[in-house]
């Protein structure tokens, strides 16, 4: 399993936002020149990032982007749940009867793979962007 590019590419524009002084806007070159992002493809993102409610987006000469709610509010998972879907690591724990043998519930490879996609998603859910730019600060 592999998040796509414009997950990652998600996660440093989140990331980017979340330093930045509270009120204070980013435009998308500056993004894009900072983070490294294409600026087409930057567009992109945003809008999923906006349409996932996750980022503000104010138009105009003074316009730019902010975070929609707190750092503390948005986990890696809500960034990758907005840019990839609901993380399903196996199509049997999103429905029972997608199993070809017709045996999900009995199955030990689903009850061992719906432990392990519980345990992921909560530690996922669990690390948030103002924890990770806390991290940054400090490393520096």
């Known amino acids: 399993m592999q998040f796509n590019q414009a ?8 990331m980017h936002l979340a330093e930045l002084p509270e009120g204070e ?12 992002i294409p600026t087409g493809f930057l567009q992109k993102i945003i809008r999923s990032l906006v349409k996932g ?10 316009g730019g982007f902010v975070l929609a ?11 990758i749940e907005v840019m990839e879907g609901p993380l399903d690591l196996q199509r ?3 429905q029972n009867s997608s199993c070809s043998k017709g045996c999900a519930t009995k199955c030990p490879v689903h ?7 519980t345990n ?14 806390k991290e940054n600060k400090e490393e520096r």
């Open 7 to 14: 997950t990652d590419y998600a996660f440093r524009i989140i």
């Open 25 to 36: 806007l980013a435009n998308s070159q500056t993004i894009a020149e900072q983070q490294n």
């Open 53 to 62: 409610d996750l980022v503000k987006s104010y138009r105009g000469v003074d």
């Open 69 to 79: 709610k707190p750092a503390e509010e948005i986990s890696l998972l809500n960034v």
């Open 92 to 94: 049997c724990l999103k």
């Open 111 to 117: 009850a061992s793979l719906a432990i392990i996609q």
């Open 120 to 133: 992921f998603t909560l530690a996922l859910d669990e690390v948030n962007f103002a924890r990770l730019v």
